[in-house]
């Protein structure tokens, strides 16, 4: 059974940093593409970052770059969200979710929350 | 602003037929990139709904359909039920963003 798990979220003060984490069980994480997809309070669905299988292919969201860096370890079945310089409208659930192919997620984490207040 | 445009909501009586638009442009849809949709209950996770336009995963009814028109896509769900009450949302590739993007969602309620 395929299991995305995060952790690593809670209350931090604006211009803070934050590491969320993502473990992988149920499937050959090393063959997979990964993102990281946010949701704002009461709001959508916002895709934050990508990373290819071997972490050579990075993108990310014009509002998170330059502050975010998405990392994985394919030894330990664990994807990272570096958050830094956190802002209010940052607070969100932050899900991981495998890519499928053609930029489809077909299996998600239950998330978990990251409120930036002072 | 999202790049991919929902209406924010639909609604139909239990067995009827909705659908559900998204309306992009020629750096996502339009480029011909795939268009997916998700199902998500408030509190839970996003579902993968539909995939590569017209995909069902394994276990997703075949009442949802997919469907996709130059910069356009639609979800189709026939025969309405209670349980489907839900926020649904497209999701396709952009050009211009070099990466995801989401629709706004719609809010389906069952009447």
């Known amino acids: 059974e395929v299991q995305l798990v995060e952790s690593g979220g809670g209350l931090v003060q604006p211009g803070g940093s934050l590491r969320l984490s993502c473990a992988a069980s149920?499937?050959?994480?090393?063959?997979?593409?990964m993102n990281w997809v946010r949701q704002a309070p009461g709001k959508g669905l916002e895709w934050v970052a990508y990373?290819?299988?071997?972490?050579?292919?990075?993108h990310y969201a014009q509002s998170v770059r330059g502050r975010f860096t998405i990392s994985r370890d394919n030894a330990k079945n664990s994807l990272f969200l570096e958050m830094n310089s956190l802002r209010a409208e940052d607070t969100a659930v932050y899900y991981c979710?495998?890519?499928?192919?053609?930029?489809?997620?077909?299996?998600w984490g239950q998330g978990t929350l990251v409120s930036v207040s002072s | 602003q999202s790049v991919l445009t929902q209406p924010p909501s639909v609604s139909g009586a239990p067995g009827q037929r909705v659908t559900i638009s998204c309306t992009g442009s020629?750096?996502?849809?339009?480029?011909?990139?795939?268009v997916h949709w998700y199902q998500q209950v408030p509190g839970t996770a996003p579902k993968l709904l539909i995939y590569?336009?017209?995909r069902r995963p394994s276990g997703v009814p075949d009442r949802f359909s997919g469907s996709k028109s130059g910069t356009s896509a639609s979800l189709a769900i026939t025969g309405l039920q209670a349980e489907d009450e839900a926020d649904y949302y497209c999701?396709?590739?952009?050009?211009?963003?070099?990466?995801?993007?989401f629709g706004g969602g719609t809010k389906l309620t069952v009447l």
């Open positions: 990373i290819n299988s071997g972490g050579s292919a990075i």
């Open positions: 590569s336009n017209t």
């Open positions: 999701h396709s590739y952009d050009n211009e963003l070099s990466g995801g993007a």
């Open positions: 149920g499937f050959s994480f090393d063959k997979y593409e």
């Open positions: 979710a495998r890519d499928g192919g053609n930029w489809y997620f077909d299996f």
């Open positions: 020629n750096s996502n849809i339009g480029a011909g990139h795939y």
